[in-house]
């Protein structure tokens, strides 16, 4: 029996549950296959090696931040065929989140608002889950680590929380993603703004040489941003990424616009609207930020990959590598390796 049939069958009892409940009773179905060595019947990955940000990825389908994000279930998210995983965002310390009901489905949409608001057990709880991850461990594979702020921590601050995680969770990151761009976190996105980005990206970057020099080994770090950005913001924060040599840019984070889904159910709930209507509003940032920075750095392109042509398409508008997230909820794990496929046939 093949993923894409088991996923079918199980995709009704899991949207029949309250969306988080769903997303807890998956990933821990997940890990318990793993453990098993059932994920190797129906997982086979594909190879479409690419170097990109000086790192050798197997093909270039990566599993987006936001799915695992205390790092708990790496293993079993491995064995799905990504060629790189993103687990976070972490903050400096636990912190629980947005009340719930925070995640809604749009199942005629292709969709999901969240308002997670970063929930995590810390950056220790994340460093030791990675540590005790056989992918780690053996070296089976690329690994990044997104990293953000606490709820609680003033704007202004905010730089400390995240040069914090840095110290944190460089060691065991294959890259570090700086996340700048949740709308779940009130405020976050001002450090999108010319003088706050200039700031912290000054900071990050002194810190992650004297990294560097610390433990002998150069670890990327990237960008993430919202796609709800004008053209005069990209080329601002195109300028920023190249003026102080940032490896790499993910575009793009979920949206705040609310115009694929209006009339829907939970359409007028607040947070982060992901899936099917960001896809062409992400694509169109990831052209408008090639155009700006050329081939100085690479991007990373997320946002409504539903299917193989979606990731064909991230691709040819400017992007080295793309990721997933609302797509496999919509689609399972048969998803990854269409894409890869896709890819693979066309470069």
Request: glycine letters at 8%.
């Given at each position: 029996?093949?993923?894409?049939l ?60 936001g799915l ?63 540590q ?20 609680d ?93 940032i ?80 797509g ?20």
């Amino acid at each position: 029996m093949s993923n894409s049939l088991l996923y079918a069958l199980a995709r009704p009892l899991l949207f029949s549950l309250d969306p988080e409940t769903a997303h807890h009773l998956t990933l821990a179905a997940l890990k318990r296959a793993n453990t098993w060595g059932l994920t190797n019947l129906y997982c086979k990955p594909l190879r479409a090696p690419r170097q990109v940000m000086g790192i050798n990825f197997s093909n270039p389908i990566g599993l987006a931040a936001g799915l695992d994000k205390d790092g708990a279930y790496i293993d079993a998210l491995a064995a799905l065929g990504f060629g790189f995983i993103e687990v976070g965002t972490v903050t400096p310390r636990p912190q629980s989140g947005n009340p719930k009901p925070r995640l809604f489905r749009f199942p005629r949409a292709n969709a999901i608002i969240n308002r997670m608001g970063f929930n995590n057990g810390g950056v220790d709880a994340f460093v030791a889950n990675v540590q005790a991850s056989k992918y780690f461990q053996n070296q089976e594979g690329i690994l990044g680590l997104n990293i953000g702020k606490n709820a609680d921590t003033p704007i202004e601050k905010a730089a400390d929380d995240y040069l914090l995680c840095l110290e944190k969770v460089y060691p065991y990151a294959s890259y570090v993603t700086v996340n700048v761009s949740s709308p779940n976190t009130k405020n976050l996105r001002q450090l999108q703004g010319e003088s706050e980005l200039d700031a912290l990206l000054s900071r990050l970057k002194d810190t992650q040489h004297r990294l560097a020099d610390e433990y002998g080994r150069y670890v990327p770090m990237a960008l993430k941003i919202a796609p709800d950005i004008d053209q005069e913001q990209i080329k601002t924060i195109g300028d920023a990424l190249i003026r102080h040599k940032i490896d790499g840019v993910i575009a793009t984070n979920t949206t705040i616009s609310r115009q694929a889904v209006l009339g829907m159910p939970h359409a007028d709930e607040a947070g982060g609207l992901s899936g099917a209507p960001v896809f062409t509003a992400s694509t169109s940032i990831i052209r408008a930020l090639k155009a700006e920075l050329g081939d100085a750095l690479p991007i990373i392109g997320v946002g409504g990959i539903m299917k193989g042509t979606d990731a064909q398409s991230k691709i040819d508008a400017g992007a080295s590598l793309v990721q997933l997230y609302t797509g496999l909820i919509y689609r399972g794990p048969a998803l990854v390796k269409e894409c890869a496929s896709a890819i693979k046939e066309i470069n």
